[in-house]
């Protein structure tokens, strides 16, 4: 390495780390950071229920549908290259939906931010791990997670102290001087890297996206239209023929998108299914449970926000530590843990969800349990995802974990959100605590299960040194090695 390279080496690690830390935080913020504006945007631009709900469904739907192609183009193209197209629609769509004069209008600026959001979310941990020297991959890994799960859980804060001291359309405003700033820097300061003889899969694109629209479609509309409806059982139906279709494409094509034979190594099959299996626990709970802080105890937007600080500081404190520990002992006892704590978290709020709770005695110490095994999640869960493959395969393994989350998040809010109509509603505070206690049980018993999937990941899948630590030739042996049946 000449002396030009190495003081780049250095500072392309801190800037790389910046650049992807706030894209990610603006992509994952935007999850539910609408959910506490509704009724604004309701009163300012009319709309039925549904129509509100699409303002928080458009954008999961598109996100998780388009996740594994923004992947695979930027393997093709260039990942800097695709990160900052994905970064440029995701400002533009913000605009869009603060300029937004109708219902109609605003859905439809939302679809395209998780257009420009899937494009980039899945490049962000792609170019942050090529960048960042192996011995200090878990740690800035630590900060990038803490980052964008800090997003998820803060989202309704920031939403509402917007719309409650500003407007709602600063919601939506505040993404575009933070995207005009990093399209800059994303130009003069990430490096362009490809994946090696990367080719477009486009019978296995159109495959994943049909079947992940099927699903998603039927899955954030089944409780509007019913679940025995014709539309719903055909977007079921179709989209779970053609996800089977993509599987067994997989396995048999040469060059496919998603290659079936990564889901023998333990540590990929372990890590994405209980990164499924988390976001529809406590997706669909943090859902709930903004609003019961609103509906039933009485808080203001702000208020509510605020009081779930000890939830979302836990991650910033955490997660950090969380990656180096990960480094040290291993990413599975790590993450197996922090999905432990986040169902005895939730365990502990639907022990003790209902009208009059107190908050300093009952409901904080569940959040602050839950915070810090979110914190302990996301931090090596990263790491294990990035160990797990080839080095030309991150980009595509980053975009299957990212877009499995996505479908949990929008499977848990529609699972939750039935139990919830069928078992309570919004009539009284009783009412919404008593579909709200049988649904967060729900969530904790998903992450549970997602804690014992977790098992499955072995120990030296995520080891100091792992597959994509090594040279070319080690990975490729150290990952055909390293995969094995799993058996469940």
């Known amino acids: 390495m000449n002396q030009n390279q190495q003081p780049g080496r250095r500072t392309g690690a801190v800037w790389t780390l910046v650049i992807t830390g706030v894209a990610g935080f603006m992509a994952a913020l935007d999850n539910l950071v609408v959910t506490t504006a509704l009724p604004s945007i309701r009163e300012d631009l009319g709309g039925a229920l549904e129509d509100l709900e699409w303002t928080v469904s458009a954008y999961t739907l598109t996100f998780a549908v388009l996740l594994m192609l923004g992947a695979a183009l930027g393997d093709r193209f260039g990942r800097r290259r695709l990160f900052i197209v994905g970064l440029a629609v995701f400002t533009g769509a913000s605009a869009a939906a603060a300029l937004a004069t109708g219902i109609d209008a605003l859905i439809a600026a939302r679809a395209v931010q998780g257009v420009g959001a899937a494009i980039m979310m899945p490049l962000t941990l792609t170019l942050l791990t090529a960048a960042v020297p192996p011995a200090r991959r878990g740690a800035m890994l630590g900060i990038f997670s803490a980052l964008t799960g800090v997003a998820v859980a803060a989202g309704p804060l920031i939403g509402g102290s917007l719309t409650e001291h500003v407007s709602w359309q600063w919601i939506f405003w505040l993404n575009v001087p933070i995207g005009l700033l990093l399209l800059p820097l994303a130009?003069?300061?990430?490096h362009e890297s490809y994946a090696p003889n990367a080719r477009l899969d486009v019978p296995g694109t159109l495959l994943v996206s049909g079947g992940l629209f099927g699903i998603v479609y039927a899955l954030v509309n089944g409780n509007g239209d019913g679940w025995t409806s014709t539309r719903i059982l055909f977007c079921l139906i179709a989209g779970t023929v053609l996800l089977v279709a993509f599987a067994w494409h997989g396995s048999v094509a040469r060059n496919p998108m998603l290659p079936m034979s990564l889901f023998r190594s333990r540590a990929f099959f372990g890590?994405?299914?209980?990164?499924?299996?988390?976001?529809?626990?406590?997706?669909?709970?943090?859902?709930?449970l903004s609003q019961f802080l609103q509906g039933v105890?009485?808080?203001s937007p702000t208020e509510a926000g605020l009081r779930m600080l000890p939830w979302t500081g836990m991650s910033l404190l955490v997660a950090p530590v969380a990656g180096i520990l990960s480094d040290r002992i291993g990413g599975r006892p790590v993450v197996t843990t922090g999905l432990a704590l986040q169902a005895i978290g939730l365990a502990l709020f639907a022990l003790v969800l209902e009208p009059g709770v107190s908050y300093a005695t009952e409901l904080l110490p569940a959040l602050a349990v839950t915070g810090v095994g979110m914190a302990l999640y996301f931090a090596p869960a990263a790491t294990v995802v990035m160990s797990s493959v080839r080095s030309s395969e991150q980009g595509i393994a980053s975009g299957a974990n990212n877009a499995l989350r996505e479908v949990g998040g929008a499977l848990g809010i529609a699972v939750l959100g039935a139990v919830f109509a069928a078992q309570g509603g919004y009539e009284s505070p009783q009412a919404f605590s008593d579909g709200t206690v049988p649904?967060?049980?729900?969530?904790?018993?998903?992450?549970?299960l997602a804690a014992l999937v977790a098992l499955l990941i072995p120990k030296r899948g995520t080891?100091?040194?792992?597959?994509v630590t090594e040279p070319a030739s080690a990975v490729h042996a150290g990952a055909d090695a390293d995969r094995a049946p799993v058996a469940v």
């Open 439 to 448: 649904a967060v049980w729900i969530g904790a018993g998903v992450l549970a």
């Open 271 to 288: 890590i994405n299914i209980a990164s499924l299996l988390m976001f529809l626990g406590m997706f669909g709970s943090i859902f709930l």
């Open 463 to 467: 080891a100091p040194g792992g597959p």
């Open 297 to 299: 105890v009485g808080y």
């Open 187 to 190: 130009r003069l300061r990430l």
